[in-house]
């Protein structure tokens, strides 16, 4: 059996992928604390309800590190950076599409959402990551 | 931050008041690494020479703490007993990341701080052999399916997907935050740190390495994650490092020979970091060294201006530049120029890593945080030989581990 796309994965469950990918936040209904990843209760405030929201695509480079020494599997020099969205949201990603030299690679430089194919697994199943590229 | 000189400070460091808490005695092996030694040899050569310098036994201690983030699960502190002496005390085995020993130095001062213990030991210690800090570790499966797991939802590992969580880079990138906070700060600024610290390993004989560097030998050399290159990086090595406590109450029964030894604990602090934004992505190792230094500086009624010498958490250049600022040593924003001043070299206003700091003393995990209690206790005994600062009356210690743990323990010279 032949498929004409191959099924995709996003790498995490915080990537949402469609026409327009993005990144969706736990976000705490009661101080607004936005989490990426499964909370039993908010670390700001306790309380333990938490609404989907939708995060900003465009972003800000607020720190960046150019890692030669990547973890087993991991193609080097990559951008690895932190940043924070138009709305406010601290964002732990790469930054791709861009030269990992620090001539190149600008604190403060506008930059927004990406997807790119980190491979496929053995059923042909492709995982698709998120990056940020200068803007 | 800059507080001035207060006046009842010094003075209170001459009277021994009972519930106050001193170090009596301490050792530390030379940091180095030691094929054909095991962690409980490290650690009683470190408790056995302690005991001997405090002019005690184990046999007068009362808890005994062991800091050792790979062997804490081992029952160090038990192994360590069975060479030392067993002598049925209560033992603590600590782990708390790159805070470990410094934890374990807290857990025997609130021992004696709750009125359970006269006497206590603390001993850090670690082997790391080539295991190395660089390094992430990858995920691997016989069949590679992608379904999603973990709290991430994630299909594989993503250290190198979502950013690095390489403590080079983790680490590099808190300091490039900060430059792009502030003006002067860069490459140049977080190289000379590195500078720093290897130029004054070469006096310390306990240091891992001692080699000087030229900024263009540490600014070419590899680059781990920039701007951290290899010579901006601490080494992984073995070592211990002891500490013998003794409350106020028994030292003021002791012979003068032995108070004046003695070196008060004017503060010991331990955090961990509050809620903050941006830290729910990355490790925030700035909020919660702020919190330990307001609160070590108002406990012990000191300010960083009243420090005569500093011991800070260097596992890379970038942690450096970035905790001048975090401990009030400089104005803030103005981590750049301090470093450029020259101020925390040597023979500068606030001689920071006299000892060559992590970067060149080296980094055994658990032995960090006792070690850096020792090195600020022996300049303050006046016993620190080539490296000695002149006339050292108050220091700092400062560790912090990612998690994220902090310790700060603030000493001052006995004026008995
Ligand atoms: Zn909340």
Redesign the interface.
Known sequence: MEADTPTQVPLVSYLRLGSEAHLVANECTNCGARFFDRRNACAQCGLREFKNVRVDNAAKLKAFTIVHRAAPGIPAPYVSAIVETTDGTTVRSNVVNCEPDPEVVQLGMELKLTTYSIGSDDDGTEAIAFGYQPA | MATTKSPTAKSSAGRISDDSVWILGTHMTRFARYPDKDVVDLAAEASIAALEDGNVTIHDMDVLAAGSLFNAGTGVGQRIQKQIGQTGIPVFNVANACATGATAVRTVYLSIKAGEADLGLAVGVEQMGKMGL?????TKKE????E?SG????????????????M??VF???G??Y??TYDGVG?EQFARVAYKNHLHSTLNPLAQYRKEFTMDEIMTS???????TLLMCCPTGDGAAAAVLVSGQRLKAMPAQVRRRAVKISASVLTSDP?T??S???PDVNTLTRNAATKAYETAGVGPKDLDLVELHDCFATAELIHYDNLGLCEPGAAGDFIDSGAPFRDGTTPVNVSGGLISKGHPIGATGVANVFEVTTHLRGEAGDRQIADAKVGLAHVIGLGSACAIHVLEKAAV
């Open positions: 660089l390094g992430g570790a990858g069949k590679k399916v992608y999603p709290r991430y939802g994630a299909v594989t590992g993503i250290d190198g997907y979502i950013g690095t969580e390489g080079p880079g590099a990138q808190a490039m935050e430059a792009n490459f590899p680059t781990m994650s920039y701007p951290n809620y934004e941006a729910q992505v990355q």
